[in-house]
């Protein structure tokens, strides 16, 4: 049974000849059991009546935030997007893709858009000039890096007559694409997932610590991918202006003892734990009560080792899976598979922080993973897609375990 099957669907028609073609993605969807909603600008209107939609959907089909005609149109952006398992943008133009770039609420398609918190799929179309233009490719590339999965263009026979990159990527395709975001949001239910994510402060008064880098922006995008695929999630997050991901639960600690006692405290029956937070090993021995007067100080600072959060639970291992972190300068593959083995992790995930716009406070990651068997490079990516990659590669190992389990 397709996925898709009993769940609703939003389509948004733009602007482009292509339009006439998500008749036929609208029309298999249905016999697929999806629910579909469509929504149309005014310029796709002009290639498509909305009859036909209206028709293939047996929904009616909306093209206006101002048309109220029930209750529930009130706030139709909102009960639209909030209803969806998964928003497709087909044909976007390039104007459209502009637009979701910037937010603009100006359509009803935009503002459901900007309401979304489900699986999003933009199939562009368009000529291949405007398609190749660095304000296109900036556009999508911003999508790509907020979630935005990217289906095409393909290349082949254009409107102008011409050949190039700029068709409609093909119907099986962008059916594919939206029958897997919308399995994945199912991948981890009924599932408890515990992240750790962001830097520990050690004290030394009231108002200095020892820290490092680290935003927990990597953990955060972990945490989030989690409660899209449909888990229970809690994050356990150090000191940070990012704010965590909504429908996680988010425990705000600052030392690594209070980060190890509340990892402990939730420790209890999850399925998946990981540490991505980068803990502080050492802490100041002694943490004086009032702000330290340079004059009255000993500048010997000495410390003490916390307590590493991730080998503990490395060797009490239970049942859940277990994913570590680690950051390397130097002989990067042989450190962390060292780690793997010491802290018995099932997973790592490997950063090159000798690489200039890596890791730590960067927007983008590249990353190796690593486990027993096997090695995964993940180019560099924007961390919410490198926390999809994570998620993937977590999934295909569990999966080989259970189907190992079931052998035994
Ligand atoms: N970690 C942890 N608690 C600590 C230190 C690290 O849970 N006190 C976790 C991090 O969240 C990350 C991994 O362990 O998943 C990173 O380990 P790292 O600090 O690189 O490992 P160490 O064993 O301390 O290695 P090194 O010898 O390189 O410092």
Redesign the pocket.
Known sequence: MSSVAGRTLVVGVCGGIAAYKVAGIVSTLVQRGADVHVVMTEAAQRFVAPLTFHALSANRVHTSLWEIRDREDHVLHVTLAHRAAALLIAPATADAIAKLVHGYAEDLLGAVALAARCPMILAPAMNSSMWEHPATRANVAALRARGWQIVGPESGFLAERERGVGRLAAEERIIAALEDAVARTHELEGQHVLV?AGATREAIDPVRFISNASTGAMGIEIAREATLRGAQVDLVLGPTHLDPPHGARAHRVES?REMHERVMALREGVHVIV???????WRPAVIFVQKVKKEDVDPMLRLER??????QLGAAKGAAFLV?????TEHVEE?ARE?LA??RLDLICVNDVSQPGIGFASAENEMLLLWEHGREPLERASKREIAARIWDRIATLRGAERAHEGEA
């Open positions: 750790t690594a540490a991505a937070a980068a803990v502080a090993d916390n307590p590493d959060i991730l080998a570590g972190f680690a950051a390397e450190h780690k010491r802290k």
